[in-house]
């Protein structure tokens, strides 16, 4: 799934390549309960902000596919 943050855009090449491997190591090895680690990991990562913002969305769309109706406030 490819990055859809515009403000992803403006990160040097280095930054998005790191970004993507995080985010496609989170979709190979998703399961329910996995991001709460994730977003401990990243606390003191400069890339936090975004990752987290494509993770969040990631983990949702693995969850509404396994038929939890949660929403972003969950």
Do not use: C, I
């Amino acid at each position: 799934m490819p990055v859809t943050n515009l403000q992803l855009r403006d990160l040097p090449e280095a930054h998005r390549r790191q970004l993507e491997a995080w985010l496609d190591e989170f979709e190979r090895s998703w399961y329910d309960g996995l991001l709460p680690g994730y977003l401990e990991v990243l606390r003191d990562n400069p890339l936090r902000q975004p990752l987290t913002l494509e993770l969040v969305k990631r983990d949702l769309l693995h969850q509404w596919t396994t038929g939890k109706p949660l929403t972003v406030e969950d």
